[in-house]
């Protein structure tokens, strides 16, 4: 389903560009049913069908765009709390909050960590545990402005996602699903990703310990795969 989705950093990385670098437009109005008819603009993907059976987002005339909702991922290896910026990116909140309240992200697995020196994110969200799969619909980017420049980038086109950063994974322009990472170190990375929060100090500590115990041994890469220390996240649940 999601294939680029699942090695979108590691295209990045590479110096491929991997979608635009400027936040597109939101849809006008749909009335299909395909479509949600508020500004987000939810938009069901039927050749890619949800991995775990949820329905389309509320896509209210005003999305909420204030306030900092938390969210409590309680994994095997420790919890995670994450802070959520909804001005930041409205619509990608309203939907991460979907997800978990439906128990989208219940009993699932942290499918991918990267161990590059200059990309070291934990990349969940995919209950299929492939790396491929999503929620069967998708929605427009809402891209950072505010990351500071990548050092000694010739390009000048790289930007750092500061360790902490909480950011949606992708497969290009306007394909957010469900999928997202978690930056364990300051990460450098093309401004492609959507920045919807950030990690408490507590699950950065939970996200220390995966990170330390390194890449699970593939035939691939040794800094790129699922982590040794597999990190199952048993329940999502909002706390604030």
Same mark, same amino acid.
């Given at each position: ?25 939101a849809p006008p109005p749909s009335s299909s049913p395909d479509v949600t008819r508020g500004p ?50 409205p619509c990608t909140v309203q939907s991460f909050l979907h997800l978990v309240q439906r128990k ?38 809402? #891209?950072? &402005? ?8 010739? /390009?000048?086109?790289? =930007?750092?996602? !500061?360790? *902490? ?16 990472? #978690?930056? &364990? ?8 990703? /959507?920045?919807?929060? =950030?990690?408490? !100090?507590? *699950?950065l500590a939970t996200l220390d310990r995966v990170a330390a115990g390194g890449v699970a041994p ?23």
């Amino acid at each position: 389903m999601r294939i680029l989705q699942a090695v979108a950093l590691t295209v990045v990385l590479g110096g491929g560009l991997l979608g635009g670098g400027v936040a597109q437009a939101a849809p006008p109005p749909s009335s299909s049913p395909d479509v949600t008819r508020g500004p987000c603009a939810y938009e069901k993907t039927p050749d890619e069908p949800a991995a775990r059976p949820v329905r389309l987002p509320a896509d209210p005339r005003h999305t909420p765009d204030r306030g900092h909702p938390e969210v409590l991922l309680s994994t095997n290896q420790g919890p995670i709390p994450l802070v959520l910026d909804r001005a930041q990116a409205p619509c990608t909140v309203q939907s991460f909050l979907h997800l978990v309240q439906r128990k989208f992200y219940d009993e699932t697995t942290c499918h991918r960590l990267t161990a590059y020196p200059t990309l070291k994110v934990l990349q969940c969200g995919d209950p299929s545990n492939t790396g491929e799969g999503g929620p069967g619909y998708r929605y427009r980017d809402e #891209l950072p &402005t505010d990351l500071a420049p990548a050092p000694n980038d010739p /390009t000048g086109q790289r =930007r750092v996602y !500061p360790r *902490g950063t909480l950011a949606m994974a992708n497969a290009g322009p306007d394909t957010n699903g469900s999928q997202f990472f #978690l930056v &364990t170190s300051d990460s450098v990375l093309r401004p492609n990703y /959507t920045v919807f929060g =950030r990690i408490t !100090p507590e *699950g950065l500590a939970t996200l220390d310990r995966v990170a330390a115990g390194g890449v699970a041994p593939n035939p691939d890469s040794a800094v790129d795969g699922r982590p040794a220390l597999t990190t199952d996240i048993a329940r999502a649940k909002r706390v604030g």
